[in-house]
């Protein structure tokens, strides 16, 4: 997976990347939840930055509607290679240098490129896959697209491999919910559905129902059993900030922890069909004062 179009020449740089960046202006204070926060101490935030910037440009790249998929893949494959010291990236692009800091900031803490370039894997898939068909192929995606997150994080902070399980299910939820919350955009917008297909059909739900005013008791029933799963998980990401012994990683991670549990019981409660589910700063109150336990 993850070869570029033969359309597209990949020793030239204009083909690669375009003529322009196409990143958007989101930033980390526009995430639905903390990234690099003031839990991270101050002299590892700039790692976290690189990384975010990294991951988010690789995120526009493969959202941007205006590409197609294979130009998609094309850039992606060029920002990889950028990471492993393959390609350099070209003058004034942002966008590619992007990969270029991320080395550099990987290779001065001896962490493996692969946090990095596993992210690439997984914008490759929803360049090239945009339909569902079993839990596990969901769950392969999110191994790559949001497993390394947590790995990073951890490794940055020097902490043992047993943390990476419950890291990986704390993760999956959080991917799991975000594609939840942005169901019927994602399908508007990218025709893109991480709803397994045949939950649909199994309750009686159909795709254009993901795109209506409001949920209809079939795919309530297949929100329901995609949020069972992630109870599932949350229960192992439940383990993991005993498990970390960087004091503000764990707690960091326990704010994350509190957060999702608290994002899946809304999204019991709320149709995110009809309305944004998203979470409030009362929410991240309540979250940071739950981790205080975790402190000692």
Request: glycine share 4%; hydrophobic share 40%; charged share 25%.
């Amino acid at each position: 997976m993850g070869d570029a179009s033969p359309n597209i020449d990949m020793t030239n740089d204009e083909q690669v990347w375009g003529e322009r960046d196409v990143s958007s202006d989101k930033g980390m204070g526009d995430e639905n939840f903390p990234v690099g926060s003031f839990l991270i101490a101050a002299h590892l935030r700039p790692a976290v930055h690189a990384y975010y910037n990294f991951a988010r440009i690789a995120d526009d790249m493969v959202d941007n509607t205006a590409l197609q998929p294979s130009q998609k893949i094309a850039r992606l494959t060029a920002l990889r290679d950028v990471l492993y010291g393959r390609r350099m990236p070209p003058e004034g692009r942002a966008d590619a240098y992007s990969a270029a800091v991320l080395r550099t900031v990987l290779q001065e803490r001896n962490l493996p490129l692969e946090v990095g370039s596993d992210l690439i894997e997984a914008f490759i898939m929803d360049a090239e896959k945009v339909r569902y068909e079993h839990w596990s192929e969901l769950l392969h995606y999110c191994r790559y697209s949001a497993n390394p997150v947590g790995r990073f994080l951890l490794l940055l902070h020097g902490e043992d491999e047993e943390s990476f399980a419950p890291s990986d299910a704390l993760c999956t939820a959080l991917q799991i919910v975000n594609h939840l919350q942005d169901v019927s955009s994602d399908l508007t917008t990218l025709d893109r559905c991480y709803v397994p297909l045949p939950w649909l059909h199994e309750e009686g739900a159909e795709l254009t129902n993901l795109t209506a005013e409001k949920s209809n008791p079939a795919v309530r029933r297949v929100f329901n059993r995609m949020l069972a799963k992630v109870d599932e998980l949350n229960k192992e990401a439940a383990r993991l900030p005993k498990l970390i012994k960087n004091r503000r990683m764990r707690l960091e991670a326990a704010v994350i922890v509190s957060l999702c549990h608290r994002l899946t019981e809304r999204l019991y409660k709320q149709d995110p069909i009809a309305e944004r589910v998203a979470l409030t700063k009362c929410d991240g109150v309540k979250a940071l004062f739950s981790a205080m336990r975790y402190i000692l």
